[in-house]
């Protein structure tokens, strides 16, 4: 990520594409009424270019941030790690750990664990789209237990929780009394997915970052919120690289 101050000086018209390398990407522009400069960074799978701007800057402006960012964006660009389309033989991160998807025309649809392979059957057309449905579905699923330790925790009780397939937040509450989970953390191992289903939790009692929320989260979390934060900052990218 890169901050840019304004600056003063008149700027050509830029393109609102980029090319990086051998590929060529959007740049997608946001204004943010509290924003004080240009931020620019890379979308989590590298579709994109994000640049979140004030309400004062010129577009211009931020087309010509990104465009003079070019070398520093293709090199980000570059240490993403490449998609991996789920298929027969190869492999699906389930909770921390990496199954072998097995494909068997005549075993059921539906797929299943089996130790470290993922049992799925049916037509070979459309197994990622299975695979992903099913993931989404054992999200919501293990999301939706964790939310009941932790608001019993809390001493609260259960509320909605529902799935998000936002580009960059791992989870939000943004009404208190509804929460929402990054399906991809199904992918990650289950302290730093239970990490953030326990911030969400805390949020339902001091929707800001006090020192109460903290104490709170300390206290309903049985892990260490250090750990699994470090987690997602190392890793949390490459939970992008399947499915699109």
């Not at 980029?18 to 590298?46: E, F, H, M, S, Y």
Request: aromatic share 6%; hydrophobic share 40%.
């Amino acid at each position: 990520m890169i901050d840019w101050l304004r600056g003063d000086t008149e700027r050509p018209a830029f393109d609102t594409d980029i090319d990086l390398g051998d590929q060529r990407l959007p740049i997608v522009l946001k204004r943010l009424r509290n924003a004080r400069r240009l931020t620019l960074r890379l979308a989590p799978d590298g579709s994109e270019v994000r640049i979140s701007l004030p309400a004062w800057a010129q577009s211009r402006e931020a087309l010509a941030f990104a465009h003079s960012r070019r070398d520093w964006l293709a090199d980000q660009l570059s240490k993403l790690p490449p998609r991996q389309v789920p298929g027969p033989g190869s492999t699906v991160r389930y909770r921390g750990a990496g199954l072998i998807v097995a494909w068997d025309k005549t075993a059921p649809r539906r797929p299943g664990v089996a130790g470290d392979t993922l049992l799925i059957g049916g037509p070979d057309n459309g197994i990622e789209q299975r695979i992903r449905r099913w993931l989404e579905a054992e999200a919501l699923r293990l999301a939706e237990a964790d939310m009941r330790d932790y608001c019993a925790a809390a001493q609260l009780g259960p509320v909605p929780i529902g799935l998000t397939r936002a580009l960059r937040r791992w989870g939000s509450c943004s009404d208190k009394a509804r929460i929402r989970i990054n399906w991809r953390l199904v992918q990650a191992p289950d302290h730093v997915r239970r990490s953030v289903v326990a911030h969400e939790v805390a949020h339902l009692v001091h929707f800001d970052h006090s020192p109460a929320f903290h104490a709170l989260l300390a206290r309903i979390f049985e892990g260490d919120i250090a750990v699994a934060d470090r987690w997602l900052k190392d890793h949390g990218r490459g939970l992008y690289t399947s499915f699109g």
